[in-house]
């Protein structure tokens, strides 16, 4: 299995920015202004909800790597035929408000089945930060185990900043920041880090051992194209300024 070179090449340099409409968005013309936004920003890649009407649509739209999310596994199929580059089981924000809990033992099992039914596809899995920091690590590497070859962070949903500006969107990011930190160190694959991050803290999430980063609500809550591109584009200037960051 090879990772498609345009995010080889991100996650080498670590730079990667991937923006997410939403597992849960199936509104195509929220979704074909976001994967707008995110190309003409300058993002990796884009993720989105996995229909195979959206990934044409994505498709017809950008040249970027196409990423679907889900948590069933048999919804992967029909999307990589559509044409899908990668995979994501998770983010799970969406399922959090409902009540919805995934623990340890659902995930791997979602990981065993997708790559079962799909065995080449780049598999990213999301690690729920609903799970203590040792048992995400410990998930982790049996993910990696069990073929996946991204790991994504969360943890957006369980923060509640207390502070405004730049103090609470450092409160924000700080589970998935810590994530990122512990799982980096003990996987060979790359790391993405989601779920609450701003272009203030994304230089924070490479340097506590990500390889790029996902952003969702801060891109697709926006209501104007031009305001998306800018938010794409800050958080793309964010990742490559890093080294100088003071």
């Known amino acids: ?21 939403g ?23 884009v993720d989105i ?7 044409q649509l994505a498709k017809q739209l950008t ?4 990423c679907v999310s889900a948590v069933e596994p048999e919804k992967f199929v029909a999307t990589v035929a559509a044409g899908a580059d990668l995979i994501e089981i998770g ?3 969406a399922f959090y408000a409902q009540g919805r809990r995934f623990e340890a033992a659902e995930v791997l099992e979602l990981t065993q089945q997708t790559r079962s039914l799909l065995p080449e596809i780049t598999l990213s899995v999301t690690v729920p930060h609903i799970l203590e920091l040792d048992q995400q690590v410990q998930l982790a590497e049996a993910l990696v185990d069990a073929g996946a070859d ?4 969360e943890g957006g949903t369980s923060s509640s900043p207390i502070h405004a500006g ?14 990122a930190y512990e799982i980096s160190r003990v996987v060979t694959v790359p790391v993405l880090c989601a779920s609450g991050l701003s272009s203030v803290t994304a230089p924070l999430a490479i340097s506590a051992g990500a390889s790029g980063i996902g952003v969702g609500s801060a891109i ?16 793309v200037e964010a990742l490559a300024g890093r080294q100088v960051a003071v």
């Open 1 to 21: 299995m090879t990772i498609h070179s345009t995010l080889q090449l991100a996650f080498t340099q670590k730079n990667a920015l991937k923006v997410i409409s």
């Open 23 to 45: 597992l849960t968005n199936f509104n195509s013309d929220r979704v074909a202004a976001i994967v707008r936004a995110a190309d003409q920003g300058g993002a990796t890649f």
């Open 49 to 55: 909800a996995a229909d195979p009407a959206l990934v």
């Open 63 to 66: 040249n970027l790597p196409i």
């Open 91 to 93: 983010n799970y924000d």
């Open 150 to 153: 991204i790991i994504q962070t």
């Open 166 to 179: 730049t103090l609470g969107l450092i409160e924000k990011a700080a589970p998935t920041l810590a994530a």
């Open 220 to 235: 697709n809550q926006l209501n104007s194209e031009i305001a998306m591109v800018a938010a794409v584009r800050s958080l």
